[in-house]
Structures are given as structure tokens and as C-alpha cells.
């Protein structure tokens, strides 16, 4: 049996970075077509195989030219700055390990805290800030912390026979309520802990 591999060989390239209505002129030898996606960027082919890129609006795309057969791509992001500032302060203040990536108009921050004061950290740096998503959640190692928290905030309130285990990567409550008001109170008071110490997950 004979078995046929192609190998496609690309020198890998950098992103080019714009800030919205910052230009570029970009030298492609041989271009012949050129493709640009979406409205965060235009292109104006000039004379002299050369390409000139426009910033539009915040996020990332893709250049796509042709050069004789050959197709070729790079990725474009446009920035105000705003979204590297932030990457910057999240990596230096919070963790290293989260991802700061900007898509069109919105941020969004990923990736796995190590504890509740991480989390609140993050909270605190964007809570202003309309344009940023966390998707950041706890590591599951944590999760016991969180049923101490809840069992806690469940006392304080007054359910001082409810408490909350942690199983696996859930947070269970046990124990007893004197009826179904104090039950959905208790579930009410686990959610906002959880959701709180959790990120919303």
C-alpha cells in the first residue's frame, strides 16, 4: 500500500496592527487579487504590488492576496490600544496564564483562576468596562473554599442547619430548612456566593 503525503510548507507571519483609521501600506510581491473579511479593515491596491490597509473598527480579520497560484494569508487586528493596556494589567495583576483576546468591538479574558481572590480581583479591574467578558473560571481545587463561603453566608442568614459539600466539581446543599420559602432562600444565597466566587459558571 503506497501512502501520499503533501506537505505544505508556510513561513509563518505576523499580525499586522492597525489602530482605527491608521493605515498601512503593505508590499506583496506578484499580487494579483486581494480579499479582505468582515468591517474591521479595507484594502486599496496601489501600483507597485503594493497594498494599502485601513483601520476600521476594533477586532481581527484576515487578509487573504493571490500571488500567481499561490494563496496567501495574515491576520490583521485593529486596536485602540485599549485591549493591549488591558492584557497588561490582567497578566501583571492578576495571573500570567489568562488570555486577553478582542473580538469586533468586545474583550473577552479566559482561562483558569487559582483562587477567590483572583477571581474578585478580575472582577474589580473590569467591572466598569462594557466591553470586557470573563470567561475566566475557578480551578475545581477551589470549589471546597466555595462551600465553606456559602455554608457561612447560609448561617449568617439564619439556616444554620443548611450547609453546602462540595462532590466532585459540583457544590451540593444538605441538611434541613423548616419549609419551601427557607429552601429557596438557601438556593438563592448558593447561587449568588457561587456565582460570585465562580465567575458565573
Avoid at 51 to 70: F, S, Y
Avoid at 113 to 121: T, V
Wanted: charged share 20%.
Amino acid at each position: 500500500m503506497l501512502t501520499t503525503a503533501l506537505l505544505l510548507s508556510t513561513l509563518a507571519i505576523e499580525p499586522l496592527h492597525l489602530t482605527p483609521g491608521g493605515q498601512e501600506v503593505v508590499k506583496l510581491p506578484g499580487v494579483t487579487r486581494v480579499a479582505i473579511s468582515g468591517d474591521v479593515a479595507d484594502v486599496k491596491v496601489l501600483p507597485n504590488s503594493e497594498v494599502m490597509v485601513l483601520g476600521k473598527q476594533r477586532g481581527r480579520t484576515t487578509i487573504t492576496w493571490w500571488a500567481g497560484n499561490k494563496m496567501n494569508t495574515r491576520v490583521v487586528v485593529v486596536d485602540d490600544g485599549h485591549g493591549s493596556d488591558l492584557a497588561k494589567m490582567v497578566h501583571e495583576l492578576i495571573s500570567p496564564s489568562l488570555t486577553v483576546e478582542q473580538f469586533q468591538d468586545k474583550i473577552v479574558i479566559d482561562g483558569v483562576l487559582d483562587s477567590i481572590d483572583d477571581m474578585n480581583r478580575l472582577k474589580s479591574l473590569v467591572a466598569s468596562d462594557p466591553t470586557v467578558t470573563v470567561m475566566a473560571h475557578l480551578n475545581p481545587r477551589v470549589l471546597p473554599v466555595v462551600a465553606e463561603i456559602i455554608t457561612a453566608a447560609l448561617h449568617r442568614e439564619g439556616l444554620k442547619t443548611a450547609f453546602a459539600t462540595c462532590v466532585g466539581d459540583r457544590i451540593l446543599l444538605e441538611g434541613s430548612v423548616a419549609d419551601t420559602g427557607e429552601s429557596q432562600k438557601a438556593q438563592l444565597i448558593a447561587d449568588s456566593v457561587y456565582a460570585r466566587a465562580t465567575g458565573g459558571r
